[in-house]
């Protein structure tokens, strides 16, 4: 599980993220990256109902991008808040293939090796 520390959970967060952020595009996540001034980097997830109507569906597709972001080896460089943002196709997307795509923007963004 995600550390409460490395969980964007405020409103205002979430709106500075993404109305300020950088935007990084895969084939069915967006990341929204933005400096924050904390010691730690802190994440959030999005998953509309565009995506599924069934709260289950939604919540599984966040508890995996979850712990794909848990389980990543981050850089000690700047901090930031990061706001993922799946697109509707990610729901016939197997775990291996959110994985590499979600690793692949945390490498884009400078956060992994």
């Given at each position: 599980?995600?550390?409460?520390?490395?969980?964007?959970?405020?409103?205002?967060?979430?709106?500075k993220t993404l109305?300020?952020?950088?935007?990084?595009?895969?084939?069915?996540?967006?990341?929204?990256?933005?400096?924050?001034?904390?010691?730690?980097?802190?994440?959030?997830?999005?998953?509309?109902?565009?995506?599924?109507?069934?709260?289950?569906?939604?919540?599984?597709?966040?508890?995996?991008?979850?712990?794909?972001?848990?389980?990543?080896?981050?850089?000690?460089?700047?901090?930031?808040?990061?706001?993922?943002?799946?697109?509707?196709?990610?729901?016939?997307?197997?775990?291996?293939?959110?994985?590499?795509?979600?690793?692949?923007?945390?490498?884009?963004?400078?956060?992994?090796?």
């Open positions: 599980m995600l550390l409460k520390e490395n969980r964007l959970k405020k409103k205002k967060d979430f709106e109305s300020q952020g950088k935007n990084l595009k895969g084939d069915f996540l967006f990341f929204k990256t933005i400096k924050n001034e904390l010691e730690e980097n802190r994440f959030g997830f999005i998953v509309s109902k565009k995506v599924s109507k069934k709260a289950i569906e939604r919540n599984r597709i966040k508890r995996r991008l979850r712990e794909i972001v848990r389980l990543s080896d981050f850089k000690n460089t700047e901090k930031i808040d990061g706001v993922f943002i799946t697109l509707p196709y990610i729901k016939e997307k197997s775990f291996e293939e959110i994985e590499i795509e979600t690793t692949s923007l945390l490498k884009k963004a400078g956060l992994i090796k």
